[in-house]
């Protein structure tokens, strides 16, 4: 099951609220809180287009540019910084950076990760 749904390039969340008997969700990917509900799938579907037609609009309104989502920069924490070190000290040894390090692991991560499949990776 897939958790997420897409729309003029924003991917939002698909959640449930049993106690509140919801469909809920938030944009991903961006610092802005853009959320979302409907009691029927069709009504969050909707009301996730509409609140993202919404912050588009105000963008323009405020001749603000909309953030992108997933733009290709995150910060990264590790929780052991010996595994920080280690791979630090690899991409210095091997003559490269450790954004290359981290991202050449998550590609390999992901190779093995055959839930996540992303519209257009076929």
Do not use: W
Request: hydrophobic share 35%; charged share 25%.
């Amino acid at each position: 099951m897939i958790n997420t749904m897409e729309y003029k390039g924003y991917t939002g969340s698909v959640e449930f609220s049993e106690e509140d008997s919801i469909l809920f969700g938030k944009v991903q990917g961006i610092r802005s809180l853009i959320s979302y509900e409907g009691t029927t799938v069709s009504e969050l579907i909707a009301d996730f287009h509409g609140a993202v037609d919404d912050y588009l609009s105000f963008c323009i309104s405020e001749n603000k540019e909309p953030e992108k989502s997933f733009k290709g920069s995150f910060n990264v924490r590790f929780r052991d910084p010996l595994l920080h070190k280690r791979a630090a000290v690899y991409a210095f040894r091997h003559h490269t950076s450790l954004n290359h390090v981290i991202e050449e692991s998550v590609k390999q991560f992901l190779m093995h990760a055959d839930e996540l499949t992303l519209p257009g990776e076929r």
